[in-house]
């Protein structure tokens, strides 16, 4: 058995990215390789198939390496309720909540448990690819440390250090994290990549040389700026605030803002622009408003309250479309309850009172995969009746003028395809299946007002009957709990067709978000095998290539 490690000179630096680019192209040279992050603190997390928490780097991760995704890929997660307390995930369920420092004090509890479960991963796979996290170098947290150098040290693993160079001082960061690590542990680092870099490479090479005898190390690799239509990694997405597309969507930034890949499937859409706004001059005139998942509902709500972008929303929504998802769902109703103190020791919030729903926080969390079919007659309604307008429109130059009145920006205009119009009329959307994963507290109540917006079938495997989310009379404001809904290709299709109609641009058949992910894992592991020395890089590992 094999394994390797890839630590950063900090954050950010393209760790994650770099380990899924492996996974890829291990598993494409024929081994059976897994993904593992001793300890990962992240908001952005993600349920398994047997209802356990993880987070959502190693997600990716494991479908690049051909897998379904498993806590023990991810054992300890940290999601942070403020700045020195954090919820303590383990072996994907809840611990307990802490302050850092009952946490660091203890990590020595769950050393021994860290070592078994490697041991058992050691006897199936051929390959184990780690993560460390953050950096090496933090030495305040060495004596303690279960997740780098410490981690590394437990199981006797080689390791990678990545520096990233779009940041800037990428070889003093290099430099000086090796600079503070101590003999042994330098002994382990085999190699350095330079990640991230746009530019001339002839230039770079002097510093490369240079650095290796500062060092004495060798640099294995120079990986190059890229996009791809992958998952941000752990705390390094970058929140646009500008719209760039023919539909502009604006996802209000909580600033407890959790589970963000929920919108990469839309992001995936070629009209489609998606940005972040934390102010009421950010708002502009978006075509629909998301209010994501949330790790404090309840400050939150407030902040967007003291702020004025609450009362921003509740005035977009007389005509516009408003989605709140999880968090944002509960933000949404009459009001928010927490009588055990789950999140603060505000025991009845006001919501916005744009779904007549009433959330009430339980002690234990839902934390459950679903399978769900649309419940309202709204979601066929809409797209429907916006189909015959279209359709009843002439010729193609009548079509552009239809379009013109809505000022379409004419990068969109082409040539109507009937064939595929006719489709999309003829979809119906009520009793098409929906699927994701739910991770809540709450427990929502329905009012007279407000009816389910989809019907849950299934749930962590076993046949249910429920009711999920709300969509007011109007069919404009729509809540659910179900995170990873616009994966969902006849949900997502029937959203961005809805603002397509409404703006006059010609509607489109949507791709299925799991066929484009695996198009995209092979691209990255290609322009990172032609990037790194993998021979070197088997060698790390004991392995020929």
Not at 171 to 178: D, E, I, Q
Not at 474 to 488: A, L
């Amino acid at each position: 058995m094999a394994k390797l490690m890839i630590q950063g000179t900090a954050s950010s630096v393209g760790k994650s990215i770099l380990v899924t680019a492996l996974c890829r192209i291990f598993k494409q040279d024929g081994y059976k390789v897994v993904p593992y992050k001793s300890q990962n603190m992240s908001l952005n997390s993600y349920i398994t198939l047997d209802g356990k928490e993880m987070g959502r780097a190693q997600v990716l991760q494991a479908y690049a390496c051909g897998m379904e995704p498993e806590a023990y890929m991810n054992p300890i997660l940290l999601k942070p309720t403020s700045d020195k307390k954090s919820q303590v995930i383990v072996n994907g369920k809840v611990y307990g909540n802490y302050t850092a420092m009952e946490y660091h004090n203890m990590k020595p509890v769950f050393r021994d448990m860290l070592k078994q479960q490697f041991e058992e991963l050691e006897k199936e796979f051929d390959i184990i690819v780690m993560e460390g996290a953050g950096s090496p170098a933090e030495i305040n947290l060495r004596d303690r440390d279960i997740v780098n150098m410490g981690m590394a040290e437990l199981v006797d693993a080689p390791v990678i250090l990545a520096g990233d160079i779009d940041k800037g001082g990428v070889f003093a960061s290099l430099a000086g994290t090796m600079l503070l690590l101590r003999d042994d542990e330098k002994k382990r680092v085999k190699g350095t990549i330079i990640n991230k870099f746009r530019g001339d490479i002839d230039i770079l090479k002097p510093g490369l040389n240079m650095l290796q005898d500062i060092v004495k190390i060798p640099c294995i690799g120079v990986v190059p700026y890229f996009n791809l239509q992958l998952e941000d990694e752990d705390g390094a997405v970058e929140f646009e605030n500008k719209p760039h597309g023919a539909i502009d969507i604006a996802v209000i930034k909580l600033p407890h803002i959790s589970n963000f890949t929920d919108l990469d499937a839309l992001k995936a859409e070629e009209d489609v622009s998606i940005r972040f706004i934390t102010n009421i001059e950010e708002f502009g005139n978006p075509d629909m408003i998301i209010i994501p998942g949330s790790k404090n509902t309840i400050e939150d709500l407030l902040k967007l309250r003291k702020s004025g972008l609450e009362s921003k929303i509740r005035e977009y929504s007389k005509a516009g479309i408003v989605i709140g998802i999880c968090g944002g769902y509960q933000m949404l109703g009459n009001s928010v309850k927490d009588p055990y103190e789950v999140e603060t020791n505000m025991l009845n919030t006001e919501g916005m009172k744009l779904l007549d729903i009433d959330t009430t926080f339980e002690k234990e969390k839902v934390t459950t995969r679903v399978r769900a079919v649309v419940a309202s007659d709204d979601l066929s309604k809409d797209i429907d009746t916006c189909m015959v307008n279209y359709n009843n429109v002439g010729e193609k130059e009548d079509r552009k003028l239809y379009s013109l009145q809505y000022k379409v920006d004419k990068r969109v205009y082409k040539e109507i395809n009937q064939e595929d119009n006719m489709k999309i009329k003829e979809n119906n959307y009520k009793n098409k299946e929906v699927y994701g994963y739910e991770i809540h507290m709450g427990i929502c109540k329905y009012g007279d007002n407000s009816k389910p917006l989809f019907n849950i079938t299934d749930k962590n495997g076993l046949k249910v009957n429920y009711s999920d989310g709300a969509i007011n009379e109007k069919g404009n404001i729509m809540g659910t709990y179900i995170h990873g809904i616009f994966d969902s290709i006849y949900f997502r299709e029937y959203i961005v067709n809805l603002l397509r109609s409404k703006k006059g641009i010609i509607l489109k058949k949507s791709k299925e978000y799991e066929k484009l992910r695996e198009k995209e894992l092979d691209k990255l592991a290609a322009i990172v095998r032609n990037a790194l020395d993998m021979e070197s890089i088997y060698k790390f590992m004991g392995l020929k290539k």
